[in-house]
């Protein structure tokens, strides 16, 4: 098909959105390695699993098997409120960048919480409701998750506690706003409302806090009430699954058009949503059956994948969760308070941390000025204020665009556009103002996070 065919924006129709989603792990010759019992160092059972999380959702953290799996159909009667989602064709940006390359992007950000979380948000709150409990517990750094988790649970009728990461609560008091709005309880972490919260208060006074130390607030919470679970946004292999949907509907897209990505670009936290966008593209790779180039980009304050060691660690600062083997900081770790609030983990997914461990993709870090520069330019050519956390996969997708402009190559490049950054004005008001400032932690520093990660047998050797 002529490239004059191919649309700004290519939606689906409600009937050709996917029914299942998607488990990458199924075609994983490597399988991530299982959570374990930090008292045991086994293998986390269902029954232990159980204790945190919502049954059905525990089955779906331990499939490494099942290539599909179907999506109830009350979930996908919720996600064509805001579903399916369109792919666009860059071409603004292209013009302005005067580039041969050919660029898409996957805009997740059309719901009012403005991200691509109210994906995995329904699907469990949806298991939450089915099992008969009260509400779930959560952490969020930006706000994007806790946004998502209280519409979901708003339209279950859930109770939703969440415990929102301190730098992220004082800097976008609007998103604080909307989850209270859809009924969330939502609370600065670190906390006094919790056991775990007050020590981490008493060691490190004044902290602006962590995903790990929200998480492990939320944990404590979900496993001292009756009638709670708790549920994550990011870093779990249920969560990617659910997140699989961006891929298999960006696939399908491309495919109508006979359009092949050459990279996929995707910013990386947790890694959610790079790994749903990325997931039916990898199992081609994994399968032999085409190749593509994925870039993680990660922010230079945070660089899990860069410069992190792939280790079994704690989730939590708490060190009350599982233990994961991924690409970690330390659990201790403490970000620098930076506006990438939603990429501010110390560690990454299971899933991600086995694929980059097996070279099927590559990772690269970011400094913020640089980032809130692509943001901009970004909005001003194609008319969508990004969130910083997208902006990252932008900066490099507009790198790679440059170099196929000096290169001559017309390559496909494929990005995933998350979310929309109207609650991080904040942080945009820093950077028109000239007050915003790169940092990038030390090795010394890094030092003292690793230096945290647990020792025994087989780990950190």
Known sequence: MSEKKIPYKIYLEESEMPKDWYNVRADMKNKPAPLLNPATLKPMTAEELGVVFCEELVRQELDNDNRYIEIPQKIRDFYKMYRPAPLVRAYCLEEKLQTP???????????????????????????????????VTTETGAGQWGTALSMACAYLDLDCKVYMVKCSY???????????????????????????????????????????????????????TEGYRYVLGSVLNQVLLHQSIIGVETKIAMDKYGIKPDIIIGCAGGGSNLGGLISPFMGEKLRGEADYRFIAVEPASCPSLTRGVYAYDFCDTGMVCPLAKMYTLGSGFIPSANHAGGLRYHGMSSVLSQLYADGYM????????????????????????????????????????????????????????????????????????????????????????????????????
Do not use: W
């Open 101 to 135: 390359a050919k660029i898409y992007y996957k805009f997740e950000g059309n719901n009012t919480s403005g991200s691509h979380k109210l994906n995995s948000a329904i699907a469990q709150a949806y298991y939450a409701k089915e099992q008969g409990l009260k509400g």
């Open 170 to 224: 004082e800097q976008k008091p609007f998103r604080r706003e909307v989850m209270r709005t859809y009924g969330a309880s939502v609370t600065p972490s670190p906390s006094d409302t919790t056991e775990v919260g007050r020590k981490i208060l008493a060691e490190h006074p004044g902290t602006t806090g962590s995903l790990g130390c929200a998480i492990s607030e939320a944990v404590e919470v979900a496993t001292h």
């Open 362 to 461: 590559e990772a690269c870090s970011v400094e913020q000025t640089s980032v809130f520069e692509a943001a901009e330019q970004f909005a001003r050519v194609e008319g969508i204020l990004p969130a910083p956390e997208s902006s990252h996969a932008i900066r490099v997708a507009i790198d790679e665009a440059m170099k196929c402009k000096e290169t001559g190559e017309e390559k496909t490049i494929l990005f995933g556009l998350t979310g929309t950054g109207y609650f991080d004005m904040y942080a945009y008001e820093k950077f028109n103002n000239g007050d915003m400032s790169d940092y990038i932690p030390t090795d010394e520093e890094l030092q003292a996070g690793f230096d945290g990660i647990p020792k025994f047998p087989g780990n950190m050797e």
